[in-house]
């Protein structure tokens, strides 16, 4: 079976969609495409319609690209709507020679899921944290051999009435809903494998907002959404230079840097203002209103970390659109010092920070499937076909359906 899965985020400024394909346990990208996000602002849905206008043109956009319809996806669902809960599950191991099926993984997570949240949340993810075949501690219990299966997990839930309603926006955009995930905790799947048995703080760059993660050990432990972003730097320069937010985005990623430290005062660029007069902008001049923006954002992240954990932080990794500021990396040594670093996504065809939480859902969902030893593709036999042989032909069915389930087992 081909290893194909989707992943859609939607976020305030933009909707990213990523598609790829596990081969031997590498994710190889097949389309990146993202597209203006319309009736979404500060994770709050503005206008349904618009908003399903917005996803239908990207799974448009991507279809055309694979050559095929998109049909499922895995959908981020914001931090500010999530509670976490940290569970125990307990089972005995059903084999006749006592070793640990797949089964016995689903039960235990389910053991543990049970009754542990409120009626009124859905549960999106259980997320192990450790299990325990006898009294040996392991990660990855599938073929140990034992009479009881322990597991400490992490639940993640949400308002009842915002899945289900951001899940029928979704389905009425023609796709089908076949998990769901926090962004914090897939923006950490990308970087998990170098982090293990250390603390830190992973920090999203948005254009709305900046989420900032806590994790020790691979545990996630504490999180905060500050209400600023990429949106803040372009309204200064906007306001500075009387430009309209098309144009002031354009200046900020384009022209300006997020240091004044390599800007030139000799480099200019003309723009026409809001008033149809043409204007000059100076490069050094409009990299220190970025900056000055820029360095704010982070000092209040920086701020949220120490009120988020008293523990001593070993890693920053800061990731998302607003990194993709020339010179970003500089004014975050300058902030965090050392213990700081980009958190590059840097897949042929998704070189772009601002698809962390798409990539990292990818990631994640693959390594899902393989801790419960499940096959599942989101595409189908002929989608395949098209694929391999390069067939053209589009169709223009959809499929409408419930979520594809937390476990696996249905």
């Not at 908003?51 to 669902?77: H, M, P």
């Not at 089972?91 to 009626?119: M, R, W």
Request: proline share 1%.
């Amino acid at each position: 079976m081909r290893n194909i899965y989707s992943a859609l985020d939607i976020g305030s400024d933009a909707i990213k969609l990523v598609c790829g394909e596990f081969i031997h346990g590498k994710l190889n990208v097949l389309c990146a495409e993202k597209t203006y996000s319309l009736g979404y602002q500060n994770n709050i849905v503005s206008d349904k319609d618009e908003l399903i206008s917005s996803i239908k043109r990207l799974i448009t956009i991507c279809s055309e690209k694979l050559g095929f319809n998109i049909r499922k996806v895995i959908l981020s669902v914001p931090v500010s709507y999530t509670d976490f809960y940290y569970t125990e599950g307990k089972v005995q191991i059903g084999s006749e020679d006592y070793t640990v099926s797949s089964e016995d993984i689903i039960s235990v997570l389910k053991n543990a899921s049970y009754g542990n949240i409120p009626a009124t949340e859905e549960l999106i993810q259980a997320i192990p944290v450790m299990f325990r075949v006898d009294s040996e501690e392991t990660k990855t219990p599938l073929g140990m051999r034992g009479e009881n299966l322990f597991v400490r997990t992490m639940l993640v839930a949400s308002d009842k009435r915002f899945i289900y309603d951001f899940i029928k926006i979704v389905s009425e955009a023609g796709v089908e809903v076949a998990d769901i995930m926090s962004p914090v905790l897939a923006d950490y799947a990308n970087f998990e494998n170098t982090l293990d048995g250390k603390t830190g703080a992973l920090i999203n760059l948005g254009n709305t907002s900046t989420s900032i993660g806590i994790f020790s050990k691979g545990i996630f432990i504490n999180s905060e959404i500050l209400n600023l972003g990429g949106y803040e730097l372009d309204r200064d320069i906007g306001l500075k230079y009387n430009l309209k937010r098309s144009d002031a985005k354009f200046v900020k990623e384009k022209f300006a840097l997020a240091s004044v430290k390599n800007a030139s005062n000799r480099e200019e660029m003309s723009l026409t203002d809001k008033n149809g007069e043409e204007i000059v902008i100076n490069q050094k001049e409009v990299s220190e209103l970025v900056s000055n923006r820029f360095k704010e954002v982070l000092k209040l992240a920086k701020k949220s970390i120490n009120h988020l954990t008293k523990k001593e932080i070993s890693y920053i990794i800061v990731t998302g659109g607003l990194t993709e500021l020339r010179d970003a990396p500089l004014v975050i040594h300058d902030e965090f010092g050392n213990k700081a670093r980009l958190g590059m996504i840097n897949y042929v065809g998704a070189r772009y920070n601002g698809y962390s939480t798409c990539i990292g859902m990818l990631l994640y969902f693959y390594s899902k499937l393989r801790l419960r030893d499940k096959e599942f593709c989101m595409i189908t036999d002929d989608d395949i076909d098209t694929l391999v042989n390069g067939a053209r032909e589009v169709t223009n069915d959809s499929i409408l359906g419930k979520v594809f389930g937390y476990f696996f087992d249905n």
